[in-house]
């Protein structure tokens, strides 16, 4: 397929003209980096996160209904509710990925994970949920880069040897979503980087200049070395290269991320790089956040408890939190919203379940019920509940059931890991 000329004329830039972060609003611009998110703010008050302007400020495309019936079409799969609900949006080069797939030509999943102490939160576990049912409809190999340098690099007030156990920590948790390791790599940045790995970090970094970084990433005299040399090493998964023990010699694997569009500015570097490095570029799918439980002006925050729903809270915090602190929108009182009605784009219960229901027409009759106020935010509240209640449990029995023996499984570059698409001994794969 003839790729996009939007997006070709991007990747032909120079990375400093297209990798600005902060999208100009009609007063204040939002900021939208890979360590904050600020909606704009406009008389004064904070807004939400402008997606739209996202994807025209980073050159990206909309995922449009089309491109969900090709989907549909080569895989014969409905879309994911992520994807049919809009939750990834945007993307670079998902038909590329069809092709592949249609094709029988390998390619192979990357996503990641900055450890932090603590549990993750809900937000944390959409790009894990959706990659899970990704490889299910692929069938192809996913490679989790947990990046314990870069917290170490950015948290000034953490430990080499703090940061690589949160890393080791988190493994049981993304093995919970139900992930095997006959099919996933799991890597601590600090233990896998060396080898072919480093080899790549080394090639992507001699490509990258340090205007262009400062470009895309807004660093600053004052930043460390290390930061500015890190956005190489997130780079360096999207070449199949890095993964030996997967790929063997062969470089014409490519790469589809799922992530958030705040990780966007290192794929537009690796998409810049690539070409010259004799590999695919990398694919990318772009997800919303999850908003705060103060409403999405801003994202879950792993530093502010009030703000999220982590995953191991109990049945009883979960449900003083939503009750608590989820940003309601509904009427100021009962009378009126019963007369007038609320507005589910804006209620943080409602918002939470689009994520978390599966069945579209029940999700679909609560706005409507919602809107004419027939149900209260307590009714919604009480229905969000419930849904995490149920997601949280079902989460915590997973991954108490994870054993040692299996995390170091996930963590071993050399475990058999074996698809269809791919052979490991034919070095003609160039």
Known sequence: MTENTQTAKTDAMPVEQVAN????????????????????????EQQAVNYDKLIAQFGTRKITSELLERFTAVTGHQPHLYLRRGIFFSHRDLEKILDRYEQGKPFYLYTGRGPSRGHMHVGHMTPF????????????????????????????????DQVHKYAIDTVREIAAVGFKPEKTFIFSNMDYMGGAFYRNVLQISNLVTLSQARSAFGFVGESNIGQVHFPSIQAAPALCSTFPGIFGSRRDAACLIPCGIDQDPYFRITRDVCPRLKHPKPSLLHARFLPALQGSKSKMSSSIDSSAIFMNDTPAQIKNKINRYAFSGGRTSLEEHRMYGGDPEVDVAYQFLTYFVEDDQELEQLAVDYRKGEISTGEMKARCIRVLQEFVAGFQEREKAITQEQVEQFMDPNYPRHFASLNNNDNSKK
């Open 21 to 44: 972060l902060k999208v100009v609003s009609s007063e204040v611009e939002q900021n939208i980096t890979p360590w904050t998110v600020e909606g704009a703010v406009v008389n004064g």
């Open 129 to 160: 949920i959706f990659c899970k049912w990704l490889q299910d409809v692929f069938d192809v190999p996913l490679v989790v880069q947990l990046t314990d340098d870069e917290k170490f690099l950015f948290k000034k007030e953490l430990t080499v």
